[in-house]
């Protein structure tokens, strides 16, 4: 196993870029540390507040969001942030390179049952000339992305991170403190028998997706006569990773339960990203009939439906729609 540093440079990352992902890791360790703890240091619960989504916010949503912005923001490295909490985008170093859009913590709706929870994000390179506390920074395709990954809370930490030379997974090393790295080259295998989708929605999807989702489930005496698991975690983070450890298919399509919001997960801090690290593992990520980053964003917390894993698998989901 080598240490994150040494695998970064030998693909020629540059300095900075490193150490602004070093400078999200030591966020991401005092997060892990304050999930590891649960009701021991009193985080868990809502607040009385809601976000800029209409959703109600963990203490750990709040305590994740503050440690990302302050860290970040300190550093000298970020441009400006923006973040799932975050109502507006927040100015920092006026002369940085980069900007960083997170979501704190992913799947919090798992913390009160001490179930997966993860930190996602994004990095780009700000626009040469930009106005840090201009929001319009931020609306780049995910194509832009120079780094991307997540960190997840599981029984161990663990980090998935591309600069666009593979995806690589590392693993938390609480002993010395440093994420070690335990599997290079993620490889997404093309075919699969798994899929990840909430079923709680299925009267509300549109037809393609309801027809795709029925074959799956008539299994070997159904068109695609092969039998289907199912897994569900509620966070987007935990299923992406075990898409990312044997394949699969994760999706949350586009829905009719509320009209003003069809889509559930947004882009530019949790589409983008996931769509950068399962495309260097050789997989698909699809929205509304598009590669994920093509998309050209129009407002920050814009939402998209979400069809990734692996390759003959979303490209088969995809046949339903034509």
Aim: glycine fraction near 8%; charged fraction near 25%.
């Amino acid at each position: 196993m080598r240490r994150l540093p040494p695998v970064l440079l030998e693909d020629g990352c540059p300095r900075d870029l490193l150490s602004l992902v070093r400078t999200i890791l030591a966020a991401c360790k005092e997060i892990s540390f304050r999930v590891g703890q649960g009701e021991l240091s009193g985080v868990l619960g809502s607040t009385l507040d809601e976000n800029i989504q209409g959703e109600t916010q963990k203490k750990l949503d709040v305590l994740s969001n503050q440690l990302l912005k302050d860290i970040l923001l300190e550093s000298g490295y970020v441009k400006a942030i923006a973040s799932e909490e975050e109502d507006y985008t927040v100015a920092g170093e006026p002369n940085a390179k980069y900007i960083v859009s997170f979501d704190p913590l992913d799947g919090s709706s798992n913390i009160d049952i001490n179930s997966l929870v993860g930190t996602i994000f994004s990095i780009m390179e700000a626009p040469e000339g930009s106005d840090a506390a201009d929001p319009s920074i931020f609306m780049q395709p995910g194509r832009k992305q120079v780094a991307a990954g997540y960190v997840l809370y599981g029984p161990s930490t663990m980090l998935a991170l591309t600069t666009g030379k593979g995806t690589r997974l590392y693993t938390l090393d609480k002993t010395h403190g440093s994420f070690l790295l335990t599997q290079d080259f993620v490889s997404i295998p093309e075919e699969t028998q798994e899929f990840a989708v909430n079923m709680s929605n299925q009267r509300h999807w549109q037809t393609p997706m309801q027809n795709y989702i029925a074959d799956l489930l008539a299994g070997d005496t159904g068109p695609r006569a092969k039998n289907f698991n199912m897994r569900w975690i509620a966070a987007m983070v935990g299923d992406v990773h075990r898409v990312l450890s044997r394949g699969g298919i994760f999706t949350y399509p586009t829905d009719t339960k509320d009209p003003k919001k069809p889509n559930k997960l947004r882009l530019l801090y949790e589409a983008n990203p996931m769509a950068f690290l399962v495309e260097q593992a050789g997989g698909l990520a699809i929205a509304d009939g598009q590669p994920i980053m093509d998309i050209e964003p129009d407002a920050i917390h814009q939402r998209v439906e979400v069809i990734l894993g692996s390759k003959n698998e979303v490209e088969k989901c995809l046949s339903y729609y034509k």
